[in-house]
């Protein structure tokens, strides 16, 4: 039984990986739905499990976007200040908030970011602007290799500020769901900054392992990181992101965006029946 329930967890994780890891999500996203509703394990325990999950996904495939040119390391860097401050104050109220409040927030969270890719615009990128007066922003500006064009596709970074708003509430969300925030993440440096997708989804998997790393030690105090749960699931994590990393430099930009707003309107439905006690048929 036990050679069986690790092989399960290992399985789940490598899935949940290679899929969060193509869309730069991490595998929390997944992992906490599958592991609650599926194999009916408690939800902080889930969390605990996936915020591991999370730092192994993350160190996997950084390396894998690095190489390709992928990440914006600068960006990056400024944005995780927002958001593991904002991964700090959920830790404080990661113990408050009751388990049926935490799956609707999930659900939101979910539907509203699926929205947000929907509506975005079909422009792949803005190119900078030699004129507009942005100071210090412009060393944010980048460009990545785009193998269906044969070349560079540069960008701009726009309305910081406002990415800056959604980061902490994104490291907030995390700590609060376990989910890696990639989630919001991605949504929000699609649509606030403007990024292009794949950018959006290699520079949120750089960011999600810190985040992560800034909650997961409170989790380890109250005890609700498994060793027998997340080690497996870290395990599969890692070998999963690996595979991710790679499918997402051959995925097309439309074909991403397309199976990311498919991905997480599936898991909002889930979670809205969670929420409501309505998914006791799962769990035979």
Partial sequence: ???????????ISFG????????????????VPILTIVMGMDVHTAIGASLVSVIACSCGSASSFLKERLTNVRLAIVLETATTLGA????????????????????AVLLVSAWQMQM??????????EGSPRGWMRRLDSAYPDRTIGGDVAYQIDR????????YGAGLLSALLGIGS?????????????????VSSATSNFMIGVTAAASAGAYFMRGAI??????????????????????????????????????????????ILAALNIHGGLET
């Fill in 16 to 31: 949940a990986s290679a899929l969060g890891g193509a869309l730069g999500m991490a595998s929390g996203i997944f992992i």
């Fill in 160 to 167: 910081l500020p406002m990415g800056l708003a959604l980061m």
């Fill in 88 to 107: 700090a104050s959920g830790v404080l109220l990661s113990g408050v908030v009751p388990v049926p409040v935490l799956y609707t927030i999930f659900a």
């Fill in 120 to 129: 975005r615009r079909r422009v792949i990128a803005t190119p900078p602007s």
């Fill in 1 to 11: 039984m036990l050679t069986t329930s690790v092989l399960e967890l290992f399985g």
């Fill in 182 to 198: 990639g989630v919001l993440k991605i949504p929000a440096m699609d649509t606030a900054l403007r990024l292009p997708i794949k």
């Fill in 226 to 271: 498994v060793s027998t749960i997340a080690g497996p699931v870290a395990l599969g994590s890692v070998v999963g992101s690996l595979l991710g990393a790679r499918l997402l430099v051959f995925i097309s930009p439309g074909k991403l965006r397309l199976v990311f707003v498919a991905v997480l309107l599936v898991l909002a439905i889930q979670m």
